[in-house]
């Protein structure tokens, strides 16, 4: 049997996980992008070459960028655009001149993946990502005071947002503002109160419906390209999967990845499949996505959060949680056994554990990117080939 490619997320040199303790937690493909050039810029033959030849040197291998940032006027359409969408090309050809073919990026505007919370105490004594929908309503109707904010939200919503507001202490308050807008640890966007306003507002106009086709028009140009050096594009679901802050989100259900994968028909057009961020939603049933787009499918981040009945959720263990992981590495591991009798030499679909838990020695160090730590991911990724092991097994008896 043919297990999945066991891979970790490095945020480069200055990631306080380092490649050499990576390789020890079993993994052997590593997710990076260059996180110094993440403007829009071209990224260029040699610096990326400078950056895979850091992880080959640890004995490891640069299996999927994650991610190319698309450029601000790429989602809002704007005609600036096609210089961007240039540069995302000469990129996409840089990586493939590499050795480098599956690219991982996503269309969320303004916010990139949102938590309220970045030390939730779990019952074991590990600490836990957390977005908790009342917080993120106090924030946005009484804190941010969004023009229009109301228009979201129930009146029962108001209410009970309202209650959360005045329960909440000004360091809580700072905290959460820190936590949505000032920037998650290792992403690049970081906003005060009054850019982060003034970042939603460029969005106004923009519905769902205008946002999705500035995506198809990305789709148009991004793909010929990626088809031409053989590469695939994997888009990464919206974190969570629902609107926040009057946003349009357009990768968030089973219709939005089948609008996408059938906007421009291509094997270079593809997902990648988040099981975390898709899970946000009831509404999602997993393993039947999975089975319909696993032909589509190029990557994946196996994670799991636990629903609740407000919208909130955790980031529960990963064989725990609202939703099956392990029937969801079944699918997986068929897919590349079809992949595999067809001949294909990219047959193996890259896995990484997502968002683990701060545990252990981890929650007493000072410098740590809150997700990303070393420990939760080595505990994560360790289930995830005990599933795969458990799979092999069962197939044999």
């Known amino acids: 049997m043919q297990f999945m490619e066991e891979c970790f997320r490095w945020y480069g040199p200055g990631d306080p996980v380092s490649l050499d303790e990576i390789r020890q937690a079993g993994a052997t493909g590593i997710v990076t992008a260059l996180h110094h050039i993440y403007d829009g810029s071209v990224w260029s033959v040699e610096e990326i070459a400078k950056h895979k030849a850091l992880i080959e040197a640890s004995g ?13 006027t790429i989602k809002l359409g704007q005609p600036e655009r096609q210089t961007w969408v240039a540069h995302y090309q000469q990129t996409i050809r840089n990586l493939a001149a590499n050795g ?13 993946w949102t938590r309220t919370d970045l030390a939730y105490p779990m019952p074991g004594g590990g600490l836990a990502l957390r977005f908790d929908a009342l917080d993120c309503a106090a924030y946005d109707l009484f804190v941010l005071k969004r023009p229009n904010a109301e ?31 000032a920037g998650l640890p290792a992403t690049e966007r970081s906003y005060d109160r009054e850019s982060f306003l003034a970042a939603l507002a460029e ?12 995506l198809t028009w990305f789709l148009e140009q991004i793909v010929p390209v990626a088809e031409e050096v053989g590469a695939r594009l994997c888009i990464h679901p919206d974190d969570p999967a629902f609107p926040l802050f009057g946003l349009p ?56 959060v636990q629903r609740e009945a407000d919208g909130s959720f955790y980031e529960a263990d990963h064989l725990g ?7 969801l590495i079944q699918v997986f591991l ?10 294909r030499a990219d047959w193996q679909i890259p896995v990484r554990p997502d968002h683990g838990h701060q545990l252990a020695d981890d929650i ?19 289930e995830i080939r005990g599933v795969m092991h458990g799979i092999e097994v069962a197939r044999r008896a």
Request: hydrophobic fraction near 40%; charged fraction near 25%; glycine fraction near 6%.
């Open 60 to 72: 490891l291998r640069w299996s999927v960028v994650e991610s190319i940032p698309v450029h601000n």
């Open 100 to 112: 480098i073919y599956t690219i991982c990026y996503n269309f969320m505007p303004v916010c990139d």
């Open 151 to 181: 228009a979201g939200y129930s009146a029962a919503q108001i209410t009970e947002a309202k209650a959360r507001f005045d329960s909440l202490t000004p360091e809580r308050i700072a905290l959460i503002e820190k936590n949505l807008i």
């Open 203 to 214: 969005y106004d106009g923009i519905d769902r419906a205008q946002l999705a086709a500035n």
């Open 249 to 304: 989100r357009v990768v968030s259900t089973r219709e939005d990845a089948r609008r996408i994968v059938d906007c421009v028909k291509s094997p270079a057009n593809g997902l990648t499949f988040c099981s975390g961020s898709y899970g946000s939603r009831e509404d999602n049933d997993l393993t039947a996505m999975a089975q319909e787009f696993a032909a589509q499918i190029h990557f994946t981040h196996l994670r799991n």
């Open 321 to 327: 949680g609202s939703s099956d992981l392990p029937a």
């Open 334 to 343: 068929d897919e590349q056994a079809r992949r595999l009798a067809e001949g």
């Open 364 to 382: 007493a160090k000072t410098r740590v990117n809150p997700g990303y730590t070393l420990i939760g991911r080595l505990k994560g990724l360790a």
